[in-house]
């Protein structure tokens, strides 16, 4: 009989050094403008962050495409050129031979169901908030699905 070891690993976000914000204010609850409250011109992005999704609401999502993300929002944001932040939140890993990646917010989905080889969270009126596929190629369909 094999023995089966799972580990995890993840990170905890610190509070950065200069700023008057308390440890159970993380992650921090920032504003359109990724700004930290309390500073007009301090902005957080990446796994320090909640963030004010258009379509999904608050939502915190440590992964490597939000943290590029909301880098690039904060530098618009600066630029006086940010709209809402819809960034499709998109994750990837890799376990053993196989890939997996997954688009949308899956903690919207009340549901999920197999559609031709694509396991798909539905919300409660239906629409299709999170696609987790098993082939990276499929990710575009799984992107045009969720509307992105
Ligand atoms: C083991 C592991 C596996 C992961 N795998 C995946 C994956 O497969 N797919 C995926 O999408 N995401 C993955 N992630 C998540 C991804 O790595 C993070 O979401 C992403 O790195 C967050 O970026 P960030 O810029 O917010 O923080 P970080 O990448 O952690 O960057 C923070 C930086 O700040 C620096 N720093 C800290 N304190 C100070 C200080 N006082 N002064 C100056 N610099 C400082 C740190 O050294 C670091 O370089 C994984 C994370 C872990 C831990």
Do not use: K, N, S
């Not at 007009?40 to 608050?58: I, K, Q, S």
């Amino acid at each position: 009989m094999a023995d089966l070891v799972l580990a995890a690993t993840g990170g905890r976000p610190r509070v950065p050094p200069g700023l008057d914000v308390r440890e159970e204010e993380l992650p921090l609850a920032v504003d359109g403008a990724l700004r930290v409250p309390g500073y007009e011109r301090v902005h957080a992005v990446g796994d320090l962050v909640v963030v004010p999704h258009a379509r999904f609401g608050p939502l915190v999502f440590p992964h490597w495409d939000m943290a590029i993300g909301t880098g690039e929002h904060a530098a618009d944001a600066i630029a006086g050129v940010a709209g809402e932040l819809d960034r499709l939140p998109y994750w990837w890993t890799e376990i053993g031979p196989r890939t997996f990646a997954e688009v949308g917010w899956p903690d919207a989905a009340v549901e999920w169901a197999e559609e031709d080889g694509t396991h798909v969270g539905r919300d409660a009126a239906g629409e299709p908030v999170a696609a987790l596929v098993d082939e990276p190629r499929r990710l575009r369909e799984a992107r045009t699905l969720l509307g992105y």
